[in-house]
């Protein structure tokens, strides 16, 4: 079963400890749904998502389903949502190969209100990488000061695809001769026999 983590991102002194959530596949659930708790300020959302681990191959195209969620006692500022791909292995991601549509405008959320969004997007790298999604204030909201918030990463796994080997393609090669074969044999039989093909 999936676990569903959310991550928060806390602003000022403290945000220099930000990075370190992103390990969250790493660390104890327990420890890091407290400290997100710990950190929330008003109008701060939680972030999740519904699966932590898929293996693929390149090529595939996925949807993962992220839910926000307001977990305060007073309404959010207008939202912007953005989808993340992070390589695991230090391998080059440009994400508009990845995905054409990264980002998503939400409406302010209300206190115990959510939201919930699919995003779909193909696999064009092997290797391993993170996929998460992160909210923040509009720019276009002057009220927009609540931190970041980023949901845990779903482990991406994504192989190459199987190829024709020089042994899976062999039986092809000889089988084809030997059908070939086979029919000519049968059809000099019926001329010696004074069968006439058809009857």
């Excluded at 991601?93 to 699919?118: F, H, K, M, Q, Y």
Aim: with cysteine.
């Amino acid at each position: 079963m999936a676990i569903m983590l959310a991550l928060t991102f806390s602003a000022g002194p403290a945000a220099s400890a930000a990075p370190a959530t992103l390990k969250a596949p790493f660390a104890s659930a327990a420890s890091v749904v407290a400290q997100a708790a710990a950190k929330a300020p008003p109008g701060s959302v939680e972030v999740t998502l519904d699966q932590s681990q898929v293996t693929t191959t390149v090529g595939a195209r996925l949807t993962v389903k992220s839910r926000i969620v307001n977990p305060g006692s007073v309404s959010t500022d207008s939202l912007v949502a953005h989808l993340n791909v992070a390589s695991l292995d230090g391998v080059y991601v440009d994400l508009e190969d990845w995905s054409a549509d990264v980002t998503r405008s939400l409406a302010p959320l209300a206190p115990g209100a959510s939201t919930s969004l699919s995003w779909e997007f193909q696999a064009v790298n092997t290797g391993n990488f993170g996929v998460y999604v992160v909210v923040l204030p509009s720019r276009t909201d002057p009220a927009g000061t609540a931190p970041p918030v980023a949901s845990s990463p779903v482990h991406v796994t994504v192989a190459g695809k199987p190829t024709l080997t020089a042994g899976g393609a062999l039986p092809v090669v000889v089988l084809i001769p030997v059908l070939l074969g086979l029919a000519a044999c049968a059809a000099w039989l019926r001329r010696r026999r004074g069968v006439r093909p058809g009857r």
